[in-house]
């Protein structure tokens, strides 16, 4: 895949394209992503993507900027993971905002060759979200391109929206967001040193930096998958102030099972399966150290589970 910062000056052969921030590439969005791969199979066509970095929130509601479900980079991976050959980020600012549906849809025909464009039923661009599908299927018909419309995706009878993943993962319901996602939610960062109190009750974990901007669930414990440069390995992950030593900063951190080594300054990924249970304050390290050797296991029996 191809990633263009800006529309490129080169243009693009015939294409197949599909427009949106893609915040969580939830089932729904991968529904649009997979008919969009899927007719420009069909048709001969480039399947293309154009996304934006910020959410348009932010810029026209800064007030109320969503977290991030995926990161820009998170979001591109998978987008990659589909099928896409062409990933256009451009960075959404208020000249964007304010562009009037026919000048922005202007400047795509300038950078491909379109000839299909995918898009959910109540999908909409431009300034005041003027160019809704019925404005895009007229202009197609004199542009020379087709709009092909996703009917929503339906899960246990509602529609998958990016609100409804965030508003579970901020509850801590990370087994029904992942049901949304498809996939088990994850966050990825930078390995930092820490305080080692783990390492002193015989629990050694790692400190990971969370980028700006990205949702981290609620707090509590978790069960999940880490991602390490030497593999996976099973997780028992923390997410919390640590009231049990009154620190007043967030931390997302985990003990890796069966796991020996030192990920400093390292990348590592950790994917959520399931919430064990919400933050406790302990007495003291002793009871801490108990609890967390019960986390572990509860982490390895729930992950050993078959299916």
């Given at each position: 895949m191809r990633i263009h910062f800006g529309l490129p000056g080169e243009r693009f052969g015939p294409s197949a394209l599909a427009v949106g921030s893609f915040d969580g590439l939830h089932l729904g969005h991968r529904a649009i992503l997979s008919r969009l791969t899927a007719t420009a199979a069909e048709k001969g066509l480039e399947p293309a993507l154009i996304t934006f970095d910020p959410h348009p929130r932010c810029v026209v509601d800064p007030a109320n900027c969503p977290p991030m479900i995926t990161t820009l980079e998170e979001r591109l991976d998978l987008a990659r993971d589909l099928g896409i050959r062409h990933a256009i980020v451009l960075e959404f600012n208020r000249a964007l905002a304010s562009l009037a549906a026919e000048d922005f849809m202007g400047q795509v025909l300038a950078a491909m060759d379109l000839r299909r464009l995918v898009a959910g039923y109540d999908f909409a661009l431009g300034r005041k979200r003027a160019g809704n599908v019925e404005w895009l299927r007229k202009h197609g018909e004199s542009a020379g391109y087709s709009v092909e419309v996703v009917p929503p995706f339906l899960l246990?009878?509602?529609?998958?929206?990016?609100?409804?993943?965030?508003?579970?993962?901020?509850?801590?319901?990370?087994?029904?967001?992942?049901?949304?996602?498809?996939?088990?939610?994850?966050?990825?960062?930078?390995?930092?040193?820490?305080?080692?109190?783990?390492?002193?009750?015989g629990w050694p974990t790692v400190n990971l930096s969370v980028p700006a901007g990205k949702l981290v669930p609620a707090r509590g414990?978790?069960?999940?998958?880490?991602?390490?440069?030497?593999?996976?390995?099973?997780?028992?992950?923390?997410?919390?102030?640590?009231?049990?030593?009154?620190?007043?900063?967030?931390?997302?951190?985990?003990?890796?099972?069966?796991?020996?080594?030192?990920?400093?300054?390292?990348?590592?990924?950790?994917?959520?399966?399931?919430?064990?249970?919400?933050?406790?304050?302990?007495?003291?390290?002793?009871?801490?150290?108990?609890?967390?050797?019960?986390?572990?296991?509860?982490?390895?029996?729930?992950?050993?589970?078959?299916?």
């Amino acid at each position: 895949m191809r990633i263009h910062f800006g529309l490129p000056g080169e243009r693009f052969g015939p294409s197949a394209l599909a427009v949106g921030s893609f915040d969580g590439l939830h089932l729904g969005h991968r529904a649009i992503l997979s008919r969009l791969t899927a007719t420009a199979a069909e048709k001969g066509l480039e399947p293309a993507l154009i996304t934006f970095d910020p959410h348009p929130r932010c810029v026209v509601d800064p007030a109320n900027c969503p977290p991030m479900i995926t990161t820009l980079e998170e979001r591109l991976d998978l987008a990659r993971d589909l099928g896409i050959r062409h990933a256009i980020v451009l960075e959404f600012n208020r000249a964007l905002a304010s562009l009037a549906a026919e000048d922005f849809m202007g400047q795509v025909l300038a950078a491909m060759d379109l000839r299909r464009l995918v898009a959910g039923y109540d999908f909409a661009l431009g300034r005041k979200r003027a160019g809704n599908v019925e404005w895009l299927r007229k202009h197609g018909e004199s542009a020379g391109y087709s709009v092909e419309v996703v009917p929503p995706f339906l899960l246990d009878g509602q529609e998958v929206h990016s609100s409804e993943v965030r508003r579970r993962l901020i509850l801590g319901e990370v087994e029904s967001a992942n049901r949304l996602l498809g996939r088990e939610f994850s966050i990825g960062g930078i390995v930092l040193p820490g305080d080692r109190i783990g390492r002193q009750i015989g629990w050694p974990t790692v400190n990971l930096s969370v980028p700006a901007g990205k949702l981290v669930p609620a707090r509590g414990i978790y069960a999940g998958w880490a991602v390490t440069p030497e593999g996976e390995h099973m997780a028992a992950i923390s997410i919390g102030y640590r009231p049990t030593f009154t620190a007043a900063e967030l931390r997302v951190e985990a003990y890796l099972l069966d796991f020996a080594g030192d990920l400093y300054q390292q990348r590592l990924g950790l994917r959520f399966v399931s919430r064990l249970h919400e933050e406790i304050k302990f007495a003291g390290m002793e009871a801490l150290a108990e609890q967390i050797a019960r986390d572990v296991e509860t982490t390895r029996l729930l992950l050993s589970r078959p299916g």
